[in-house]
């Protein structure tokens, strides 16, 4: 059985015969190489008793690695001291963060993780040179405490030295700081991936000791693999020591996820399953049932919502130039509307469904929180230190911020470059850093205060103030979401009873809360796992939250479309159209070139749901559709129609016209008033029943735009 006192024979078998060149390499370009990367496949294909050695006793062993090392570079001509950095841990070495206990002390791991926060980088003292006062002789020690200086007990007279001893005041060591080997040190706080956190659990969080060309690495945000060797030190309360323990992770090595939404395993059956699901006619309808099917299916306005909410998860392909600057794929959206229209709701399920989705709510959240923050004293020693906020924490996913207008201005203005620029910059306490915010973000909000919390008709003749008028935003910041839905509260008898009927059906669906607890009953959402269709409480097929996140990963790595000429033309026209016609109208969410990008980030969207590399002109109109469709509802712009708006005429001009009729009848009368027969005879002229009379009527009474003091009697409010 291999010893540990037999691990610097091997290494150096193990580096003679596998990597003599390499080691030669590293030794003439020392000391801009320090480390010798080394995966440990390649040692265990080697010898794996060996293997199993170092993953039991790594400290010791590897430092022998270490030593072998140097004497290597030694007899080939060079003075290098390089450090071996050993990655690829094998499976069973694999741990998360919640997992590393008392059995895991001073072995080899391997963790999963976000990093949340990095302390400064200071000097360590790696190897220490002392100096005893009374003969002048130096001794050598290592230091691998980081938390406690090591000094000579005595000055040894075999190494000829006077034999004194430093207790009883016979001699005393200087230490010599300026001959000493001194090394970079960080300290880093990672925490657990959220997809490994349990509902209502918090995240484990662990402090990591980075060292030498490891300090300095990592930044707030990143996800990464860490190879290393949990350790612990005595918990101290009130200057005493305690029979408790925190454990700390020294780090030896780590890897960075670059392959986006790495964590989103996909097996080849899931991936033909995918590819056949793109081909379905109703591709689109089965994603529309697929997003909260708690929310009711088959409302007009929701259902275009619910495909928006689908573009954003997919997005468009973000680029950089030779310029340096980058173009920005994901898209913003913005939902303002009256309370109890399920915002929140929908803020909730995509947050959980997105890969790497974050909620948070603006009314509890600062800008810190949101973006990235300098704190001081996270690790004890009174610096600064950079913590990642909720958007860093999202980056490559999606971010909802519920009470988006619960923000303070100073809280706003910081989201300004975190959307557009996505990367935030932090200058404080003298930490100066740039972290990258690569995620969607969709912002729930509710209409202001002064308006009583609900969306306000729109002004006659002013429609471009409608928007400006229900929320407390600035204009910049509204400019950078590319879509904005308005959400009324309307009083339709029809679609009342249909939500309502859809809620109790819902809710007998669902399994009591204390059943689940108490352990008689199962997760609602362990039984769909592995599983890829369901069925709503209509009793139609829809994908299952799993599924959902395992398509959009895999679209999102592998599809990146590109806009030909016929598409861009579309886009193109349209936009110029629009800037001729909104010329002077002072639209509130003005139509500049944000504007064509954000439809293009539609379409490349869309073409991506569908697994094309390239955008076709049908994604563009459907990206035209989309914008139309919200500025109509903002009133900003006429809608007209077409075959991809999916909304009919009648629809679209119901409102508008019987209001228009209305108007004309009562500004008619002598009284100021009009009856309703007058406005159902008006309206049968424009093709109009008296169902959507009725319909129209109720609905400009419920906003206040109407009035009826008596039964059939109507008057402007």
Known sequence: MLQVHDSAARWRSFFEETCATEISTLAASWPSQTAFVTNFSTIQAWNTAFAELILEHPRATLRNADTVLATLCSESGYEADPRIRVIGLPPDALHKLRDISSEEVETFTTSEVIVTKVSELKPRIYNAIFTCTTCGNTIEISQPNELELIEPLECPDTAGGCGRRRSGGQTRFDLRWEDSTMIDNQWIEVQELPENVKPGSQPVRLSVLAEAELAGKHIPGERVRINGIPYVRTLKRGGAKTPMFDVYISLHSSEHKNIPLEEVTITPEEIKEIEKISQRDDLMELFVRSIAPSIIVGDTQMNSIKKSLILQLFGGVSRKFSDGTRTRGDIHILLLGDPGVAKSQLLSFMGTISPRGRFTTGGGTSAAGLTAAAVRDAFNDGRFSLEAGALVLADMGLCAVD??????????????????????????????????????????????????????????????????????????????????????????????????????????????????????????????????????????????????????????????????????????????????????????????????????????????????????????????????????????????????????????????????????????????ECVTNEIYNAAAEQSFNEDTVDRVLSTLRTRGTLWCPRLDIWRLA
């Open 403 to 672: 009470e988006f207008d619960k923000m303070s201005g100073d809280d706003r203005g910081s989201m300004h470059e975190a959307m557009e620029q996505q990367r935030i910059n932090i200058n404080k306490g003298g930490v100066s850093a740039t972290m990258p915010t690569r995620c969607a973000v969709l912002a729930a909000a509710n209409p202001n205060e002064k308006n009583g919390g609900r969306l306000v008709p729109v002004i006659d003749g002013e429609p471009s103030t409608y928007l400006i008028n229900q929320i407390d935003l600035p204009q910049p910041l509204i400019t950078r979401f590319d879509i904005v839905w308005m959400i009324k509260d309307d009083v339709i008898e029809a679609r009342d009873r249909k939500i309502g009927e859809h809620i109790i059906r819902m809710k007998r669906r669902g399994t009591p809360e204390h059943l689940i607890e108490s352990g008689e009953e199962v997760e609602p959402q362990d039984t769909q796992k592995g599983q890829i269709y369901a069925r709503n409480v209509e009793g139609e097929d829809i994908l299952t939250s799993d599924f959902v996140q395992k398509y959009v990963a895999y679209c999102k790595r592998n599809f990146y479309p590109k806009c030909d000429e016929e598409p861009m033309n579309i886009l193109v026209d349209y936009y110029t159209h629009q800037r001729k016609e909104g010329q002077g109208s002072g639209n509130t969410v003005s139509l500049t070139a944000r504007s064509i990008e954000g439809t293009l980030r539609m379409a490349e969207a869309r073409a991506r749901l569908f697994l094309r590399s390239d955008v076709t002109e049908e994604d563009a109109k459907h990206s035209i559709a989309m914008d139309k469709l919200w500025r109509y509802l903002s009133n900003e712009a006429d809608l007209n129609t077409d075959d991809y708006s999916g909304i009919p005429k009648t629809t679209q001009s119901a409102e508008r016209m019987i209001h228009a009729i209305v108007r004309t009848l009562i500004r008619e009368s002598e009284s100021g």
